[in-house]
Each structure stands twice: as C-alpha cells, then as structure tokens.
C-alpha cells in the first residue's frame, strides 16, 4: 500500500506576480519532499471560497503562507491556522511584512528570488515533515506561548523578561504516562523562573543549560490539557559586563523543552525571535 503524502495548503495572494514563486519555488520543492501543495484556486469545489478556506486549513498537515505585500486575507488566514494549531511555514520578500506578534514564528525572507526561497524553504518543510511523523507516533503534545516582552533599564544594568506558557496535551483516549520531570533547554544567559523563584539548573554543554520545572500534573486525563508558567530573564547589559548599552535588544534563537515520561523523553524545538524593550507599545 502506497503511503498518504502530506498536505500543505498554500496561503498567498490571488496574483500573477506570485505564480513563478508558487510554481517553480513552493511546489517544486514540496515535489522534492513527496509534499502535495495546492491552493484554493487549483481546486474544485461546491461551497464558498472562505468556507474552502476554512476546511483546507482544517485539513492540511502543514500551512506554508506568503506574507509579501500585507495581504489582509492571508493574515486572517493565517491567524485561523496558528488558532487551529497547525505548523505554518511563513515567507516573504521583505521582513518589513511580517506583523510584530509574528515575528516571533520562524520566517523565511527570500527577497524575490527563488533560488533563495527553494533554500530556506527546504530545511523547515523537512523538519516539518518530520515533526508530523513524530506527533503520529506519540501520545502527548506541547505548545508554548509568551507574552510581550519588557525591558527594565536601570542606570547599572538593563534586564529583558517575558512570560512564557507551556501546554501539555494527551493525544490518546486514556490517561498519559506519569510524567517524571520538564525541562527547559536555553543558552546559558537566561534564567527561568516559576511561582517567582529561580528553577534549579545545570550546565549541558558549554554555552547551554537545562531548568528543571515543575509540571502541574503529573499525569493527564484522556485528551486532557495541563499549563505550566513560567518567566524567562536575561540580562542584557550592566555597567560591569563590557557590552554595548542599548535602547532595545533582539534575541534570536530556539529553546527546547524536554518531557521525562516514565516511557521516554519528548523534546520539543521552538524558534523564537523576540525584542526588548521599555517602550509598552
């Protein structure tokens, strides 16, 4: 029996000037992937556009959306798929098109060019592609979510902080494994802390460390849901440090949170992309 390829809806505007980069970038490098990619506008169908829409992104493993342009339709697209859960791969000629609370989603900027979107685009339909087969196989989920990030500037030092939310989601019909330990993998430079104190830790490699949290339940019900919060610090300059002092600061990277089930350990990798500053809004 031949194995089910998986679906990518494609999210972009109604535009001759997008067919090239549909065509010989998005679909040519699902093709290479065994990825079916389709548009509303390549299928046929009885109900309306939107309600087509909805459906496909109801049913699409993955979303791959292009912001070129600040289409509105394709922001509340996309806005309906993230709501829906569902991995998007988001690209874009100018980075200037990506709305602040997404910047923090990993994007890709190919400026027009093709060759460069094939290449971005490549690696992240892989490693989705492989995340897919992973959530098939295993029991419990994880997401996270974060809150604005703020800036304290004191005359000695200037510290960046945000809020950041894991869920956990049992996927099977019965209660999960027991869950023995969480972990959050970052660079070295952040703290985390829960219920307002520090998370004890331990170096991992040089440059990374792993924060022991601690999970709110210990197991989950059938298709249950439990949150874990906590807060991430870092100190982005002191009048001791030798760095550059600032007005705002970016941090650009991943953070991994590992789950210790009395089976195994689920690891979970997440981009993050995130700007401090004093300024609220």
């Not at 988001?90 to 094939?118: C, M, Q, W």
């Not at 089976?263 to 993050?272: K, M, V």
Request: net charge negative; glycine share 6%; with cysteine.
């Amino acid at each position: 029996m031949s194995k089910v390829k998986p679906f990518a809806f494609v999210l972009m505007p109604f535009d001759k000037s997008f067919d090239d980069i549909y065509q010989l970038g998005i679909k040519a490098v699902c093709s290479e992937l065994s990825i079916v990619a389709e548009r509303v506008d390549e299928q046929f169908y009885n109900e309306t556009m939107l309600e087509r829409i909805y459906r496909q992104i109801e049913n699409a493993d993955f979303i791959i959306a292009d912001m070129s342009g600040k289409n509105p339709n394709v922001f509340y697209e996309v806005g309906y798929a993230h709501a829906k859960k569902k991995m998007c791969a988001l690209i874009t000629k100018e980075s200037g098109d990506i709305p602040f609370d997404l910047r923090h989603h990993a994007h890709i900027i190919y400026g027009g060019n093709i060759v460069d979107l094939k290449d971005g685009l490549r690696p992240r339909l892989q490693w989705m592609k492989e995340e897919l087969e992973r959530r098939k196989k295993e029991t419990i989920d994880l997401s996270i979510s974060t809150s604005y990030p703020s800036l304290e500037i004191l005359d000695f030092r200037h510290t960046g902080e945000f809020d950041l939310q894991i869920t956990l989601k049992n996927l099977a019909e019965s209660r999960s494994p027991e869950i023995d330990a969480v972990s959050i993998l970052t660079s070295s430079g952040w703290k985390v802390l829960q219920n307002g104190k520090e998370c004890a830790h331990e170096g991992i490699s040089v440059g990374t460390k792993k924060s022991f949290i601690t999970p709110s339940d210990r197991r989950l019900t059938a298709n249950g849901l439990s949150k874990i919060d906590v807060v991430m610090r870092k100190q982005f300059w002191s009048r001791w440090s030798g760095e550059e002092k600032k007005d705002s600061y970016r941090s650009k990277g991943s953070v991994t949170v590992e789950v210790a089930t009395e089976e195994r350990t689920l690891s979970f990798l997440f981009d993050l992309d995130l700007e401090f500053s004093d300024i609220p809004f």
